[in-house]
């Protein structure tokens, strides 16, 4: 059973636009959540994180909204650049940390 | 810090061989889990290690897979007999204490003909 689903295969933003990448999870005993990158032939980078006690945290261009209720998460990019073509991942976790579930992936490719 | 490595990057063997992969973790994280991905797929969890105690395992994983992790430091992974199906990406994530980010490391392209 798939309890992290990322519905999007694919995005394409023109470069400078808000890139918006959407996750669901069915467990409501996650308590953290990562977004990760990842380009060909190399292992997923992590991105940012945010802790079920918050409903946002923002890093730079990177901001992850997390609503509990909707048991959804978002990944805004703002503005998208070109080197932020990749595939993204979402990633949940129960408190304890010992087994993380990834969704399937988006693939954002940001035209120039 | 180097980062994750992993070796080796690719192996191709013949089914019903055993194959054997490497992983060494960020020197100062004591948890080190491993993943298997799929074309199309997101990183599929296989096991996790406390410092040399495996702590945690997934049910999907088969008996042929086993993994060791001695003296808490570099672990490896090995298949028996393997299948076609067991042909896939292995990657190897380290983190520190707590709920923190993995750090992957590039992964182990096995291919299984």
Known sequence: ?112 | DTGVSQDPRHKITKRGQNVTFRCDPISEHNRLYWYRQTLGQGPEFLTYFQNEAQLEKSRLLSDRFSAERPKGSFSTLEIQRTEQGDSAMYLCASSTSGIQAQYFGPGTRLTVL
């Open chain 1, 1 to 112: 059973d798939q309890q992290v689903k990322q519905n999007s295969p694919s995005l394409s933003v023109q470069e400078g636009r808000i890139s918006i990448l959407n996750c669901d999870y069915t467990n409501s005993m996650f308590d953290y959540f990562l977004w990760y990158k990842k380009y060909p032939a190399e292992g997923p980078t992590f991105l940012i994180s945010i802790s079920s006690i918050k409903d946002k945290n923002e890093d730079g261009r990177f901001t992850v909204f997390l609503n509990k209720s909707a048991k959804h998460l978002s990944l805004h990019i703002v503005p998208s650049q070109p080197g932020d073509s990749a595939v993204y991942f979402c990633a949940a976790s129960e408190v304890n940390g010992n087994q993380f579930y990834f969704g399937t992936g988006t693939s954002l490719t940001v035209i120039p």
